[in-house]
């Protein structure tokens, strides 16, 4: 496995597509593709952005260390889709150093992606692609 990417989209639809790719040419020819009927579908998320964008309601938003914030209707919506993208990366680099990936056939240099579809977040940002066998958390997103 030469990559692995977490996909999200809030905007349009609210889902998670969890994807391992195993092309030698991964980190090369890297693929975005929306295939939505193959995700985890998180609908109250994206009630949530039409919430805040449409209708300016303030969002109750749960963290991923089960703290709680509330985003105000003045904040940018890049605000709301920096919470996903930021509780996704956790709960990824969470998973890693649980050992949850210790028996999947990852490549030495095998990284990992988070990217929203419609969204302004990427990780890890403009500093690199983030090694799947070493990951750790920073200020990236």
């Given at each position: 496995m030469k990559l692995i990417t977490l996909t999200f989209d809030i905007e349009y639809e609210g889902y998670v597509d969890f994807d391992f790719d195993t092309r030698p040419d991964a980190i090369s020819d890297i693929r975005w593709e929306e295939r939505t009927e193959?995700?985890?579908?998180?609908?109250?998320?994206?009630?949530?952005?039409?919430?805040?964008?449409?209708?300016?309601?303030?969002?109750?938003?749960?963290?991923?260390?089960?703290?709680?914030?509330?985003?105000?209707?003045?904040?940018?919506e890049d605000v709301y889709e920096r919470y996903i993208g930021d509780m996704l990366r956790d709960s990824l680099i969470d998973a890693r150093e649980s050992g949850l990936f210790d028996s999947l056939?990852?490549?030495?240099?095998?990284?990992?992606?988070?990217?929203?579809?419609?969204?302004?977040?990427?990780?890890?940002?403009d500093r690199g692609f983030c090694d799947a066998n070493s990951a750790h958390r920073h200020d990236g997103g």
């Open positions: 193959e995700c985890l579908e998180f609908p109250h998320w994206n009630e949530g952005m039409q919430r805040f964008c449409c209708d300016e309601l303030p969002l109750n938003v749960t963290l991923h260390d089960g703290s709680k914030t509330k985003i105000t209707s003045e904040a940018d056939p990852l490549a030495r240099d095998c990284f990992m992606l988070i990217a929203g579809t419609h969204a302004n977040y990427a990780w890890p940002d």
